[in-house]
């Protein structure tokens, strides 16, 4: 067979040849000298078939009696193993029922609202009942375990919202007061009730003697006014080693014989005592003591290390404000008295030159005048003197002022530096919380971390926006003009605040003129800033109605009276307009001031910290140009932004630039 397939290949390739080259005469005669090859090859293969069906015929016949005997052993086979099985079965089953029993007994007897403590099953076995029985304790170790860590994270959360809750409340007091008598006594009554204590003491440090000393200026002890030492130096007891120290003092074991606490009954002896020194750039200003009569808690000790970061900054920027009062108020004395002298001294002259002109012939009584004129002139110069040395000592002030502001910006840059560590830390967290991709929490739990998530979002706008207005007030914020595509620009506001107007369902619009150039050079950044700004602060305060974005080329009377008046006429117009709740008159100024809106009801009521429209108005600043507002309450707003068009950047131009 081998043989005549191979003859027959070599036969089908020469044909294929001779087909190719079209030779018919010479393909005839290969097709009949090569058909007994085929039919010797197709002879060979029906011989080939016929022996391998006989083969197969005599397999199946031997197949068919090994059948017949193996279906006989099979069924033998079978009825005993069914006997087998039934009685294996009986025995398992009842085995399976009692251990099924245990387990299901086990499950029944579980406090799904209390996991702290399972029971567990004894099944012994080493089946898959057993298996089951060891799974079940193993998951009630696990459900053990994870209640407890539940119920501990739980209480850090609420530890944790019960402080920040607090220190707000207490840090927001400190813009309501323009004395430190009464920023301390307001402090105090409201500290020492939040951190549980009894009687409270705020100590506040007096430099104005020769000697630094620490003087009460508030007390909390159930209306007691005699709470606490009238002064202490530094040093001075265990109160003025905490100022030497700088360290917080807690005590826990109070001695026996200590009784400070006064009621009607009696003197009660405290369980705890914390002295906390407030500091500022490592200079202690005040000490708060505190007493309770229960063991101060962490959350309590957090609490009050918490609200006392910020209580130096609030005390130090009261006592500047008191001292440039007095100063003014001295020189302004000072400068009454002195015109006072000016006129009668006039008044004097005048009065001489008659005396003069009439009696000429009294020159003995003329000399004696000149004489009194000359030493009240010299009264008046010394007066001058004194007045020249006041309004010295006055600039001096105002310069430590300066520095003293100075400080504080440099301190809230680089505290907003240190802050978001860990409040970035914080976000990614409660972020994860949220997701939950194990499926662990439950949903008021990611509610939970929803609502930190959100409050640290909103902690780090705070913290940007602080940096910013920092870095404006030292100097350091830089500025780069660049040019700024006008119509990306307008279509970045749109998509950006879309969702937001469907969200509160308000009409928004955005329309840029034909007359605003393509490109505009100014700081991109800032520009986007100040829009972004405007915009939120108008979607905040419209509850129904529109908002719209306006961009447009100014004209002469929109930047008339500006530094860069004179230096370009090319000026870019943007007007952000609302039908919001407004703004009354007497208030337009206010609101560009950091921290500041319109009145504390609008803060209760729309949130917020007033820096967007502070921030505002220093980057329209620095861009060249300026920043206003023309409201009617109840009538919404118009905020127009006006910025100059400078491809080679800031002149060099003294700055006047205003915002109103």
């Not at 207490?170 to 009894?198: C, E, K, M, W």
């Not at 308000?506 to 007359?515: G, I, N």
Request: proline fraction near 2%.
């Amino acid at each position: 067979m081998e043989q005549a397939y191979e003859s027959y290949a070599q036969m089908q390739y020469s044909f294929t040849e001779l087909m190719g080259s079209r030779e018919m005469d010479s393909l005839e005669e290969l097709y009949r000298s090569e058909r007994e090859n085929r039919n010797a090859l197709l002879n060979k293969l029906g011989e080939f078939k016929e022996y391998q069906e006989g083969l197969m015929a005599d397999s199946l016949e031997s197949a068919n009696e090994t059948y017949s005997q193996l279906v006989s052993t099979l069924v033998a086979a079978v009825a005993i193993a069914i006997v087998l099985i039934i009685g294996v079965t009986v025995w398992v089953i009842r085995s399976t029922g009692r251990s099924i029993s245990l387990i299901t007994k086990g499950i029944k007897e579980i406090d799904y609202q209390d996991l702290s403590s399972i029971s567990r099953l004894n099944i012994e076995t080493k089946d898959e009942i057993g298996e089951i029985a060891k799974a079940f304790n193993s998951m009630a170790d696990s459900l053990e375990n994870y209640y407890e860590k539940e119920q501990r994270y739980s209480a850090e959360i609420s530890e944790q919202n019960w402080i920040q809750s607090q220190s707000a409340s207490l840090v927001s007091i400190y813009s309501q007061h323009v004395t430190i008598a009464n920023l301390a006594d307001d402090f105090i009554s409201r500290l020492a009730p939040a951190a549980g204590a009894n009687l409270g003491v705020v100590y506040v440090k007096d430099d104005s003697g020769s000697k630094p000393v620490f003087r009460k200026q508030a007390a909390y002890a159930d209306g007691a006014e005699d709470a606490g030492r009238d002064f202490f130096y530094e040093g001075e007891g265990i109160t003025g080693q905490t100022v030497r120290d700088k360290k917080t003092v807690l005590l826990r074991d109070v001695p026996e014989n200590y009784k400070v606490l006064s009621t009607g009954l009696g003197d009660i002896r405290p369980k705890s005592i914390m002295m906390a020194p407030v500091m500022l750039k490592d200079e202690a200003v005040a000490v708060v003591e505190l007493a309770s009569l229960r063991p101060f808690t962490d959350a309590q000790i957090k609490l009050i290390e918490k609200v006392i970061e910020t209580l130096g900054i609030a005390i130090t920027n009261i006592s500047g404000r008191m001292e440039i009062e007095r100063l003014l108020a001295e020189s302004q004395a000072q400068t009454e008295e002195l015109q006072a002298q000016a006129e009668e001294l006039q008044s004097q002259s005048e009065e001489l030159q008659a005396q003069s002109e009439e009696m000429q012939s009294q020159s003995e009584e003329l000399r004696m005048i000149n004489e009194q004129l000359e030493e009240r002139s010299r009264d008046a110069e010394m007066k001058s003197e004194e007045l020249q040395a006041a309004k010295e000592e006055l600039e001096e002030k105002a310069k430590q002022l300066s520095l003293s502001s100075k400080y504080k910006s440099e301190f809230l840059a680089n505290m907003s530096h240190e802050l978001r560590t860990p409040l970035n830390s914080i976000l990614l967290l409660s972020e994860m919380l949220a997701e939950d991709p194990d499926q662990i929490l439950t949903e008021e739990q990611k509610e939970f971390s929803k609502v930190i998530h959100s409050s640290g979002q909103d902690l780090l706008t705070l913290i940007n926006d602080i940096l910013d207005l920092s870095k404006v007030e030292v100097g350091k914020l830089e500025i780069s003009f660049e040019e700024v595509n006008m119509s990306e620009m307008s279509q970045r506001m749109k998509q950006h605040f879309t969702q937001v107007a469907k969200h509160k369902n308000l009409e928004f619009t955005v329309r840029s003129s034909e007359e605003v150039p393509p490109v505009f050079n100014t700081d991109e950044q800032r520009l986007q800033q100040i829009v972004k700004n405007l915009l939120s602060n108008a979607f905040k305060f419209t509850e129904e109605g529109s908002v719209a974005v306006t961009f447009e080329k100014a004209s002469k009377g929109d930047f008339f009276g500006l530094p860069l008046s004179s230096y370009t006429e090319d000026w870019l117009k943007i007007t952000v307009v609302d039908t919001g709740i407004g703004i009354p008159a007497e208030k337009q100024q206010l609101i560009f001031e950091a921290f500041q809106q319109a009145d504390g009801a609008t803060m209760r009521k729309y949130g917020g910290t007033g820096l967007g429209l502070s921030i505002s108005k220093e980057f329209a600043q620095l861009l060249g140009g300026i920043c206003k507002v023309e409201s009617e309450e109840g009538k919404g707003s118009r905020f127009i932004l006006v910025i100059p068009n400078l491809p080679n950047g800031m002149p060099e131009i003294a700055s006047g630039f205003a915002c109103f």
